[in-house]
């Protein structure tokens, strides 16, 4: 699914504490999850904002994270287990052409994607995967990094949202992102 692979490395630097300054994954999420939800990562890395949702969701919901890279849902699993919320991740491996949720058809609550759907070409066949992974009425945060990705290309990823029954619903106020929640119609 990526046409661009953010290397481990930097799985680490987005991780990091230090990060909690600029976006503070509670404050952005936490309007969105309660407990016992089914919450869907795409691009997760090593768990910046997965983790704090499997807390959020807890102790009866569920954080499902997918990635491409093996290595970075390894350092995900490891985090997870030293923040005592390892039994509300479930961790699933991407590839080219598929983000491999099709068991979660109609699951899934909300969905985050957080500085993600830039690296992926084919953002129609993941869009409509996620859509069809969502129940009616769930919702997604979408944000993407202004200082990288153009607005034009910000604007055409909701287009794409659109033809996948996922409207705006919120513009969002993220630091240094456009950000907003759209919603599953139907």
Not at 36 to 64: C, E, H, Y
Not at 68 to 85: F, H, I, P
Request: hydrophobic fraction near 45%.
């Amino acid at each position: 699914m990526a046409e661009s692979v953010c290397p481990v490395w930097v799985g680490h630097i987005l991780a990091s504490p230090f990060r909690k300054l600029i976006q503070n994954p509670e404050r952005i999420l936490e309007p969105y999850l309660k407990n016992g939800m089914m919450v869907l990562d795409i691009g997760s890395a090593m768990g910046f904002f997965s983790l704090p949702m499997a807390k959020m969701v807890s102790p009866n919901g569920r954080v499902i994270c997918v990635d491409m890279q093996e290595n970075m849902l390894t350092g995900l699993k490891k985090r997870a287990s030293k923040a005592g919320v390892l039994d509300n991740i479930q961790t699933v491996t991407c590839n080219q052409s598929s983000l491999n949720i099709d068991k979660f058809k109609e699951k899934i609550d909300f969905a985050l994607l957080f500085a993600v759907l830039h690296e992926i070409p084919d953002q129609q066949s993941c869009l409509k995967q996620i859509s069809s992974a969502l129940k009616p009425g769930s919702k997604i945060l979408f944000a993407e990094p202004s200082g990288h990705v153009e607005e034009a290309a910000f604007k055409k990823s909701l287009a794409i949202m659109e033809q996948n029954n996922l409207h705006v619903i919120e513009h969002l106020k993220i630091k240094s992102s456009y950000g907003v929640i759209v919603q599953k119609v139907k």
